[in-house]
């Protein structure tokens, strides 16, 4: 195959043209996953959720330490024990173990789902944040996902800072 040597010059011409365009541009990178892991609004929220669910978890505890000692007794008495007497504590465990295992699985699922809303909220003020500061700073992009981001592209602490003001 023959290039043409106008055709050559052309491609090289606009290449080159192009090229201030692209070095002009202004590129900013947010690392959503470190501002929703340790901006002050994100651990707040954290520790809200822990204080809403502290009690929760609790009974929790106290009902799988019960699954345990109703083990535990089977376990050593349940060889001496009537073949009724056994059966019964036998259901009461059984019983026991599915009661807990549904109020995990409850706990789990509001957990979750609270997490999400705060999560939410955490997404929309960040994210109304990064658009002011990339209007302030006439920012042209900012992008969330990056294989290589120089220091100086990196406005992640600048938007915690903002997001911690507010």
Not at 16 to 22: K, L, R
Not at 67 to 81: I, N, S
Not at 113 to 139: C, D, V
Request: proline fraction near 1%; aromatic fraction near 4%; avoid cysteine.
């Amino acid at each position: 195959m023959k290039f043409n040597n106008l055709a050559v010059s052309l491609v090289l011409a606009s290449a080159f043209m192009a090229a201030p365009a692209v070095a002009e541009t202004k590129i900013g990178f947010v690392n959503t996953e470190k501002l929703l892991r340790e901006a002050p609004l994100s651990v707040a929220a954290q520790k809200k959720l822990e204080r809403e669910f502290a009690t929760r978890q609790q009974d929790l505890q106290k009902l799988a330490k019960q699954a345990r000692e109703l083990q535990a007794q089977l376990d050593k008495d349940g060889v001496t024990m009537s073949d009724s007497e056994r059966k019964s504590k036998e259901r009461d465990l059984s019983n026991h173990s599915r009661e807990l295992q549904r109020q995990e699985r409850e706990f789990r699922e509001d957990l979750n789902l609270r997490r999400n809303e705060e999560l939410g909220q955490i997404q929309e003020r960040a994210r109304k944040t990064i658009q002011e500061i990339a209007k302030a700073e006439k920012y042209d992009m900012i992008l969330e996902q990056a294989v290589y981001v120089d220091s100086k592209s990196d406005i992640t602490d600048r938007v915690m800072k903002a997001l911690g003001g507010k």
